[in-house]
């Protein structure tokens, strides 16, 4: 079986890496934007293209002839759109799910293929290995043909904007107003890769903070 791989995400190359000690399938891995050329993949005509971690547009031309599958962390048609992972942390849930879905030409609202439940609690390399883990489970679940699509509710759900680096300073307002879970949730959602937290100093520097915890 011949499958295209493409995300540049930390988790979703582990996800791939594994999915390449599998020596029924032949695997072609796209890292970068500019490495994805339709022509190639063409000439390659894989059953399934993997769009973990994939932060772009995918052309119609993909969707319309492949099996396009996303993986994003949320419970769709919940929390839609970017900063899937922050959007949930800052609204103080504990639990969400994976979910892979067939793309097509509208946002994140494809037929669900697979979900499976994991925890948003712990550090975000924590919840980095999580989606790993239950990445790979379901992706073999699926090369295995072990799902059974199922059409997205009608219901209309908030489609949220992926943050910005500056949506990441803790404000005065915040520190004032705010309580403990709410800033240690913000901080602890935004360890590496993302623009860590940080607060603006009295001479206009940013001091960074990184981890944290909550004392009495």
Not at 7 to 12: H, K, T
Not at 51 to 75: A, E, T
Not at 203 to 211: C, H, Q, V
Request: glycine share 6%; hydrophobic share 35%; proline share 4%.
């Amino acid at each position: 079986m011949k499958i295209v791989c493409v995300g540049y995400r930390s988790w979703a190359l582990s996800i791939y890496k594994e999915l390449k000690k599998n020596k029924k399938l032949k695997i072609l891995i796209i890292d970068n934007k500019k490495k994805l050329k339709i022509k190639k993949i063409l000439n390659f005509d894989p059953k399934f293209i993997l769009f973990y971690g994939w932060s772009w547009k995918v052309s119609n031309s993909l969707i319309d002839r492949y099996k396009c599958i996303m993986l994003h962390p949320s419970k769709l048609p919940q929390y839609k759109g970017g900063s899937p992972i922050q959007n949930q942390i800052i609204e103080g849930k504990k639990k969400s799910a994976i979910t892979l879905f067939r793309m097509n030409k509208h946002f994140d609202a494809g037929n669900i293929i697979l979900q499976k439940s994991f925890s948003l609690e712990g550090s975000i390399e924590t919840i980095f290995n999580q989606i790993t883990n239950v990445g790979i489970e379901l992706t073999n679940k699926m090369l295995k043909g072990k799902y059974k699509e199922k059409k997205q509710p009608n219901k209309k759900y908030k489609i949220y904007k992926r943050r910005k680096p500056k949506d990441s300073e803790i404000t005065l307002k915040e520190l004032k107003e705010k309580k403990s879970e709410f800033l240690f949730n913000k901080i602890r959602m935004l360890g590496g890769p993302y623009p860590n937290a940080f607060i603006r100093t009295k001479d206009g520097k940013k001091l960074f903070i990184k981890k944290v915890r909550i004392g009495k």
